[in-house]
């Protein structure tokens, strides 16, 4: 019964952290390119698309630096709650606030001050970034702390992922009928957004991320142990030596980060192809269920597949998969039953190739402690959120050009997209995603070899030191 409320409030908590990462990495440049710059002046609107594309991505890419350090800053940490759950909440309350501000054009500065426009939303995004980074890094790196038990731990990274992928699927369900109701709210009409409905949905996530970090800062505990107690704090230098060491880590994280670029570049071009290819936006809340349900599945089947045939098989299996989703998706054209298809295809093994990524991550904290000597567990589970706000990043960048360059950009319809403009938009969305998750599963494949029977030698090789060590102290 423990356990059963610990596995609840750490899937609620990942409910709220993914629903709130889907609405940051997607529907923020969304909102930016389709509502905030829609003036009668398409050179101003695409000039400043730009500019805060850019400035998006500067910002992350300056802040990548700073993120082994957050999770250096979390290692250090102690307090009566531990060292995860200040971190959780301050983070959860500052971004959540962020988020909203994002969300408004800072009281029309759009149209009439646009130099004191970018400052602003420049050093809202910095806050909101820094704080959710505190945030994320808290919450996954609680996962080697919370058990050292390679089955335990799995449930928590099934339940967690499970959690996330419900909170991530949500959004793409929710969105449009909530900003419609909330822009009805002010006076539009037949289903029409306005400033007010993107306002009233941020604010939803904001909370609904809030309440989900209580849940796990309540739910949860810490567990000691005797690989757990072999810690001390961790200077700046000995934080990028530990990264730089751990050789597993590092190849998993550049296979990670291909895979991450070309899923979310995808993934944040869905609503486009709705809206602008379709010419069906509120179709998009059909594949929002179908993600969230096929989720759910493919979140299920993760630990039964794991026993069976390893993570190994099931990362590399699941980007043949999406690629095979891909195809179909090139030729589905304007046939909404194919796009369906397509999309079912291609999202189904996401959830697993993920945890099994995760998996190896939370590994790895053993695996760097058992070649270096020293533990470093929110420092090693910073690499896939610096690899997620790296990635997403890119995405930010990279969907803004393909949205302006695409001619996707205010009130364009369907019949306004001419076919060159098409096809550019088809090479940001298929043709370099398959390239970059290719690479990923060759690096994959030929440079990881952290497998689930050698972190289970690891754990046991620590334990008979660490004993020896304790008995060599009490003689």
Same mark, same amino acid.
């Given at each position: 019964m423990k356990n059963v409320k610990q596995y609840t409030s750490y899937a609620l908590g990942?409910?709220?952290?993914?629903?709130?990462?889907?609405?940051?990495?997607?529907?923020?440049?969304?909102?930016?390119?389709?509502?905030?710059?829609?003036?009668? &002046?398409? *050179? $101003?609107? =695409?000039?400043?698309?730009? +500019?805060?594309?850019?400035?998006? /991505?500067?910002?992350?890419?300056?802040? %990548?630096?700073?993120?082994?350090?957050?999770?250096?800053?979390?290692?250090?940490?102690?307090?009566?709650?531990?060292?995860?759950?200040?971190?959780?909440?301050?983070?959860?309350?500052?971004?959540?606030?962020?988020?909203?501000?994002?969300?408004?054009?800072?009281?029309?500065?759009?149209?009439?001050?646009?130099?004191?426009?970018?400052?602003?939303?420049?050093?809202?995004?910095?806050?909101?970034?820094?704080?959710?980074?505190?945030? &994320?890094? *808290? $919450?996954? =790196?609680?996962?080697?702390? +919370?058990?050292?038990?390679?089955? /335990?731990?799995?449930?928590?990274?099934? %339940?967690?992922?499970?959690?996330?992928?419900?909170?991530?699927?949500?959004?793409?369900i929710i969105i449009v009928p909530l900003v419609v109701w909330f822009s009805s709210l002010v006076g539009a009409k037949n289903g029409a957004e306005n400033h007010t409905g993107w306002v009233g949905f941020a604010i939803v996530i904001g909370v609904v991320s809030f309440l989900g970090a209580l849940a796990t800062a309540a739910g949860t505990k810490e567990n000691k142990s005797l690989i757990r107690s072999d810690t001390e704090k961790t200077s700046v230098i000995g934080i990028f030596k530990a990264l730089g060491k751990n050789d597993q880590l590092m190849w998993l994280a550049l296979s990670y980060f291909l895979f991450a670029m070309g899923y979310v570049v995808t993934n944040s071009l869905l609503l486009y192809y709705f809206t602008y290819v379709l010419g069906a936006a509120k179709q998009f809340t059909y594949a929002g269920w179908i993600m969230a349900v096929l989720g759910v599945i493919s979140v299920s089947l993760f630990p039964v597949l794991a026993a069976k045939i390893h993570r190994e098989a099931i990362y590399i299996g699941g980007i043949g998969m999406m690629i095979i989703g891909y195809l179909i998706f090139m030729f589905a054209g304007t046939d909404s039953a194919m796009v369906m298809i397509a999309i079912a295809v291609f999202f189904f093994p996401y959830p697993m190739i993920f945890l099994a990524a995760l998996m190896t991550i939370t590994d790895s904290v053993e695996y760097g402690q058992w070649k270096n000597g020293h533990r470093n567990e929110s420092v090693t589970l910073a690499v896939r959120p610096l690899i997620d706000k790296l990635s997403g990043a890119f995405a930010n960048g990279i969907v803004a050009f393909a949205a302006v360059q695409s001619g996707m950009i205010g009130s364009a319809k369907p019949s306004d997209i001419s076919a060159h403009q098409l096809f550019i938009f088809k090479s940001f969305m298929f043709y370099a995603p398959i390239i970059l998750i290719v690479l990923a599963a060759i690096v994959y494949f030929t440079k990881v070899k952290l497998t689930e029977d050698r972190h289970k030698q690891i754990v046991t090789e620590l334990e008979q030191k660490l004993r020896a060590k304790q008995s060599s102290n009490k003689q």
């Open positions: 990942a409910f709220g952290h993914d629903a709130f990462y889907a609405t940051l990495s997607t529907y923020v440049m969304i909102f930016i390119t389709s509502q905030v710059f829609d003036t009668a &002046d398409k *050179a $101003f609107n =695409s000039r400043m698309i730009y +500019l805060v594309s850019t400035m998006m /991505v500067i910002i992350r890419i300056v802040e %990548i630096v700073f993120d082994p350090l957050i999770g250096g800053a979390v290692d250090n940490t102690e307090t009566r709650w531990g060292k995860f759950k200040p971190w959780l909440m301050i983070g959860a309350g500052i971004s959540s606030v962020m988020l909203i501000i994002l969300f408004t054009d800072f009281g029309g500065l759009t149209t009439s001050n646009p130099v004191l426009y970018l400052v602003l939303f420049g050093i809202t995004y910095v806050i909101l970034d820094i704080f959710y980074s505190f945030k &994320d890094i *808290a $919450f996954w =790196s609680m996962l080697p702390a +919370l058990s050292t038990d390679e089955g /335990v731990r799995a449930k928590f990274g099934t %339940i967690g992922r499970l959690g996330s992928t419900i909170g991530a699927q949500a959004v793409p």
